[in-house]
């Protein structure tokens, strides 16, 4: 029996010597299954390509049988899913667009997504609530910061008639904003109510201070311009007082007296000067 065996041995080595290698299963060039699984060497499965109603799948897993990719196309979007301990990352396309989606655990930490033809970046607190949004629209490209309520507290802008910084109370009302337009830079403040109570501009022709009692109205104007400096205070009641350049208008004749940096004017409700210097 030991020479027999060796006898075959000694055959199938023969047979390898001619042809140089063992002969190998007969290739096909297609293979149909609802389920394809590949194992390691220890019978775990770490590869699996199914197909169900929802569409094509490919999962792996790791040695302790914890998905770490999942790869699916399903009737209305396609997504790929990558986990390392806690942390996955999500991308998707769908008929909106694409998105990826950085998670900790269940909670979206980042989102970086190109849908409906508005390009956008958001970041999510430790709750799960956008603090961030940088997006970029038709109307203009904008910045926007959330409170943990997730109310709207500032907002930046480069519309097409200039940039723009709003600042937000945490009733969501603006209370601030600055702007950078054609006409030149200028600074606004509301109250509560949203009525407006100073503002700081500076055109091309003139820079101003205005500040405005609770019900919007003027009541001092701080300003230069190619006649001069000029401060100006209203009352509730008409009464005036002006210090600096400005032009005097007669009322009874219409004739107008420009008045010098160093003058002083105190006019009352009906346009009448109570007391001027100099005279």
């Known amino acids: ?78 997504t790929l899913v990558l986990r390392e301990g806690t942390g996955n990352v999500r991308l998707a396309a769908g008929k909106g667009g694409p998105a990826l989606h950085l998670m900790d655990g269940s909670r979206e930490q980042v989102r970086l997504a190109a849908q409906q033809g508005e390009p956008s970046l958001i970041l999510y607190d430790e709750a799960g609530k956008p603090r961030a949004r940088l997006r970029a629209d038709k109307a203009a490209p904008a910045l926007a910061l959330y409170d943990r309520a997730g109310m709207e507290r500032a907002r930046l802008a480069a519309a097409e008639d200039g940039p723009a910084l709003a600042l937000y109370d945490e009733a969501g009302k603006g209370r601030a904003r600055l702007t950078g337009g054609g006409q030149g830079p200028a600074l606004t403040l509301w109250n509560a109510a949203g ?29 230069t311009d190619g006649k001069g400096p000029l401060l100006r205070l209203w009352d509730a009641e ?41 005279q």
């Open 238 to 278: 008409g009464y005036t007082a002006t210090l600096g350049a400005t032009e005097l208008v007669t009322p009874a004749t219409g004739a107008t007296e420009k008045r010098p940096a160093a003058s002083i004017l105190l006019i009352d409700k009906d346009k009448k000067v109570l007391w001027k210097a100099p």
């Open 195 to 223: 009525n407006a109570r100073a503002g700081l501009a500076a055109t091309q022709d003139e820079a101003a201070l205005i500040l405005r009692d609770e019900a919007g109205q003027e009541r001092a104007r701080l300003a």
């Open 1 to 78: 029996r030991l020479r027999t065996g060796l006898a075959l041995l000694l055959a199938l080595g023969g047979m390898i010597a001619l042809t140089g290698q063992i002969q190998r299963p007969k290739l096909s060039d297609e293979v149909w299954t609802k389920r394809l699984v590949i194992a390691d060497q220890a019978g775990k499965m770490r590869m699996g390509l199914s197909m169900s109603k929802e569409g094509p799948a490919l999962l792996m897993w790791d040695e302790a049988g914890a998905t770490r990719v999942s790869l699916a196309a399903g009737k209305d979007n396609s």
